[in-house]
């Protein structure tokens, strides 16, 4: 199978003086249509990886490649359309934006590119949020809605645009368990269904255990790299 | 870019208190403008209005000799076509001459007019106090001082002596008061035959007299008439030229009230750019999750300078509205015992359009700055810091 991410000696130095490393020399490599997750304590370095993976940060050597195509050397304009067509992030904290209703919030990564939704966006916005269980809240804004409708609307939002890659970091954090087995067995759906390629970052071990792949990450470094 | 207005829009929404804020800085900043110019400008127009707006603003003289321009129907025929902007010709017969009443003598000055033509300049009808119009040969009529002083009253006869020594008597049709004392005081006004034979002009008179349209634009025209005048020996005065202090005079008070509308503009310009800055850093979190979705820095930035825009507009639109409310107010409350306001109000619709249009553009350009800011504002920073 082809490979959608690919990193090529990625390192990551933060500050000028004090020189942090977070990353060391990672090399890897996640397949088109798999279910990913990424492991490690606290501080380890996974949210950096999955940044510059999404092309929000830019490692301080390496080589990133999405799609086949080199990203650590695009400008930011061009890393906007990429970002806005192929990836699709769900956070820990979700992000929507308050002064916007649910399916505002769905729509607004396709409006980005494009101003007039026809017909068939509208209704594939209307699909997603059925998918995720919010028909009932899809005109409140997204104060008016619970952590969990909040999550599960920042998740259609993500697929929008069908994606090829989903980069989620931490989404179920701050949610309660029955929430994010339900929040989980969405993802794997859309996973199945739609060949969505998922990279998620969890500190839930059962979590990690229904995904096909665990990478666990410490102190910077690739520890464990179990395939299902 | 429709995006960029709709989320602008819903920005400017969903902080209502800080949006009607700006709206109501702007809105005040324009009403004041507004008043402050009008009533400036009001100023002006009637200190202008007062000074020569019943006087002529051109004269031409003869500088011959004998003071006289013979060929005047010429001159007058010549000024009528030189300029739309030229009104209100009128020819005088203007000399010294005395007063003899009784016990006394004093100087007064003969102006013989065609009493229709210089009624437009010098309003003679509005200012008689009673009478008609000396519209007859040895009729006249005579300031309200210069009555007082001879006890001529209306039908009297006064007594002119000529400058070689003739007696003529004079009948009072009317008494005027112009408003200004040394008029008052010393014209004795008649029709042109009348003063032309006290004067011994023959047909010829002393100067020609005009209006202007547009009186700031008096000496240009003086120019160009004395160019263009076919009678020699004649000069072209302008009311400019003879009255610089008072030019001078509202230069500066054009000058000061333009400092103040600068100064308040540039209140409400650091207004505008700091709550809009401080509002960038509000949306941080909005504009870092618009970034990692693929908005472009430029669309990002177009929601500050529309939001800047529509604050401009809203505010421009309701200062304006504010502002004739003041000059309504003003024109009102601030009156004269008879009525009238105490400064006269100009409205300049040009002038009010014009500090409308400057609050929007300012607004703009005070939303260029957060634009910038939110231009560089990076996503990765909202992202990691929650
Ligand atoms: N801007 C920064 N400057 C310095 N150190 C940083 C910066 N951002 C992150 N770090 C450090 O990098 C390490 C990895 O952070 P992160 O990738 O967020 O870890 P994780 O997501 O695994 O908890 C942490 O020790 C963090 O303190
Ligand atoms: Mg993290």
């Given at each position: 199978?082809?490979?959608?991410?690919?990193?090529?000696?990625i390192?990551?130095?933060?500050?000028d003086?004090?020189?942090?490393?977070?990353?060391?020399?990672?090399?890897?490599?996640?397949?088109?249509?798999?279910?990913?997750?990424?492991?490690?304590?606290s501080?380890?370095?996974k949210?950096?990886l999955?940044?510059?993976?999404?092309?929000?940060?830019?490692?301080?050597?390496g080589?990133?490649?999405?799609?086949?195509?080199?990203?650590?050397?695009?400008d930011?304009?061009?890393?906007?359309?990429?970002?806005?067509?192929?990836m699709?992030?769900?956070?820990?904290?979700?992000?929507l934006?308050?002064?916007?209703?649910?399916k505002?919030?769905?729509?607004?990564?396709?409006?980005i590119?494009?101003?007039?939704?026809?017909?068939?966006?509208?209704?594939?916005a209307?699909?997603?949020?059925?998918l995720?269980?919010?028909?009932?809240?899809?005109?409140?804004?997204?104060?008016?809605?619970?952590?969990g409708?909040?999550?599960?609307?920042?998740?259609?939002?993500?697929?929008?645009?069908?994606?090829?890659i989903?980069l989620?970091?931490?989404?179920?954090g701050?949610?309660?368990?029955?929430?994010?087995?339900?929040v989980y067995?969405?993802?794997?759906?859309?996973?199945?269904?739609?060949k969505?390629?998922?990279?998620?970052?969890?500190?839930?071990?059962?979590?990690?255990?229904?995904?096909?792949r665990?990478?666990?990450?410490?102190?910077?470094?690739?520890?464990?790299?179990?395939?299902? | 870019?429709?995006?960029s207005f709709?989320?602008a829009?819903?920005?400017?929404?969903?902080g209502?208190?800080?949006?009607?804020?700006i709206?109501?800085?702007?809105?005040?900043?324009?009403?004041?403008?507004?008043?402050i110019g009008?009533?400036?400008?009001?100023?002006q127009i009637s200190?202008?209005?007062?000074?020569i707006?019943?006087?002529?603003q051109?004269?031409?003289s003869?500088?011959?000799?004998?003071?006289t321009?013979?060929?005047?129907?010429?001159?007058?025929?010549?000024?009528?076509l030189?300029?739309?902007?030229?009104?209100?010709?009128?020819?005088s017969?203007?000399?010294?001459?005395?007063?003899?009443?009784?016990?006394?003598i004093?100087?007064?000055?003969?102006?013989?007019?065609?009493?229709?033509d210089?009624d437009?300049?010098?309003?003679?009808?509005?200012?008689?106090?009673?009478?008609?119009?000396?519209?007859?040969?040895?009729?006249?009529?005579?300031?309200?001082?210069l009555?007082?002083?001879?006890?001529a009253?209306?039908?009297?006869?006064?007594?002119i002596?000529?400058?070689?020594?003739e007696?003529?008597?004079?009948?009072?049709?009317?008494?005027?008061?112009?408003?200004?004392?040394?008029?008052?005081?010393?014209?004795?006004?008649?029709?042109?035959e009348?003063?032309?034979?006290?004067?011994?002009?023959?047909?010829?008179?002393?100067?020609?007299?005009?209006?202007?349209s547009?009186?700031?634009?008096?000496?240009?025209i003086?120019?160009?008439?004395?160019?263009?005048?076919?009678?020699?020996?004649?000069?072209?005065?302008?009311?400019?030229?003879?009255?610089?202090?008072?030019?001078?005079?509202l230069?500066?008070q054009?000058?000061?009230?333009?400092?103040?509308?600068?100064?308040?503009?540039v209140?409400v310009l650091?207004?505008?750019?700091?709550?809009?800055?401080?509002?960038?850093?509000?949306?941080?979190?909005?504009?870092?999750?618009l970034?990692?979705?693929?908005?472009?820095?430029?669309?990002?930035?177009?929601?500050?300078?529309f939001?800047?825009?529509?604050?401009g507009?809203?505010?421009?639109?309701?200062?304006?509205c504010f502002?004739?409310?003041?000059?309504y107010?003003?024109?009102?409350?601030?009156?004269?015992?008879?009525?009238?306001?105490?400064?006269?109000?100009f409205i300049?619709?040009?002038?009010?359009?014009?500090?409308?249009m400057?609050?929007?553009l300012?607004?703009?350009?005070a939303?260029?700055?957060?634009?910038?800011?939110?231009?560089k504002?990076?996503?990765i920073?909202?992202?990691?810091n929650?």
């Amino acid at each position: 199978m082809a490979n959608i991410v690919e990193l090529k000696n990625i390192n990551k130095i933060y500050g000028d003086k004090i020189k942090t490393q977070v990353l060391y020399d990672i090399n890897l490599r996640f397949e088109e249509n798999s279910f990913n997750s990424i492991i490690g304590e606290s501080g380890s370095g996974k949210s950096t990886l999955l940044n510059i993976i999404g092309t929000l940060d830019k490692p301080t050597n390496g080589e990133v490649f999405i799609d086949q195509n080199r990203t650590d050397t695009l400008d930011k304009k061009a890393l906007s359309v990429l970002r806005n067509q192929t990836m699709g992030f769900i956070f820990q904290f979700h992000y929507l934006l308050p002064e916007f209703t649910a399916k505002e919030n769905v729509l607004m990564p396709y409006k980005i590119n494009s101003y007039k939704v026809p017909k068939e966006v509208d209704e594939w916005a209307d699909e997603l949020i059925n998918l995720v269980g919010l028909a009932k809240v899809k005109n409140n804004l997204a104060t008016d809605m619970s952590g969990g409708q909040q999550q599960r609307t920042a998740i259609a939002r993500a697929l929008i645009n069908k994606p090829k890659i989903i980069l989620a970091d931490e989404p179920t954090g701050n949610l309660d368990s029955d929430t994010t087995e339900n929040v989980y067995s969405i993802l794997k759906n859309i996973n199945k269904n739609f060949k969505t390629t998922f990279i998620i970052i969890t500190h839930d071990q059962r979590i990690a255990e229904k995904t096909d792949r665990i990478i666990e990450i410490k102190d910077g470094r690739i520890n464990l790299d179990l395939r299902k | 870019m429709r995006l960029s207005f709709d989320i602008a829009l819903r920005f400017l929404k969903s902080g209502k208190g800080q949006t009607l804020l700006i709206i109501l800085g702007i809105s005040v900043g324009v009403a004041v403008q507004m008043f402050i110019g009008s009533l400036i400008q009001g100023l002006q127009i009637s200190l202008v209005d007062t000074t020569i707006g019943s006087s002529s603003q051109i004269t031409i003289s003869s500088v011959n000799k004998d003071k006289t321009i013979k060929n005047w129907e010429r001159v007058v025929y010549e000024a009528n076509l030189l300029s739309p902007n030229i009104k209100n010709i009128s020819v005088s017969a203007d000399g010294p001459a005395n007063i003899d009443y009784e016990e006394d003598i004093d100087s007064v000055l003969i102006r013989g007019f065609n009493l229709d033509d210089a009624d437009r300049i010098y309003k003679f009808k509005e200012g008689l106090l009673e009478g008609s119009l000396p519209f007859k040969k040895d009729e006249t009529i005579i300031g309200k001082e210069l009555s007082t002083k001879s006890k001529a009253k209306l039908n009297d006869k006064i007594v002119i002596v000529t400058p070689s020594g003739e007696q003529i008597k004079l009948k009072v049709t009317g008494i005027f008061d112009l408003e200004v004392s040394s008029l008052n005081d010393t014209w004795v006004v008649t029709n042109l035959e009348t003063a032309q034979e006290i004067l011994s002009l023959d047909s010829n008179v002393t100067s020609v007299e005009m209006q202007v349209s547009d009186v700031f634009k008096a000496d240009e025209i003086a120019k160009q008439l004395k160019y263009t005048l076919s009678i020699e020996d004649t000069k072209v005065d302008n009311w400019k030229d003879q009255n610089q202090s008072l030019l001078s005079g509202l230069n500066g008070q054009s000058v000061s009230s333009y400092m103040i509308q600068v100064f308040v503009l540039v209140a409400v310009l650091l207004g505008i750019s700091s709550v809009l800055a401080i509002s960038v850093v509000q949306r941080s979190k909005q504009l870092g999750i618009l970034k990692a979705m693929g908005i472009k820095d430029k669309d990002a930035s177009l929601i500050f300078v529309f939001q800047g825009l529509m604050l401009g507009l809203i505010g421009a639109i309701i200062g304006v509205c504010f502002g004739f409310a003041l000059l309504y107010v003003f024109t009102k409350f601030a009156v004269k015992p008879d009525g009238n306001p105490v400064v006269p109000i100009f409205i300049n619709k040009g002038f009010i359009a014009l500090s409308g249009m400057f609050a929007i553009l300012s607004a703009t350009i005070a939303s260029l700055i957060p634009a910038r800011l939110s231009s560089k504002l990076n996503p990765i920073e909202v992202i990691k810091n929650g």
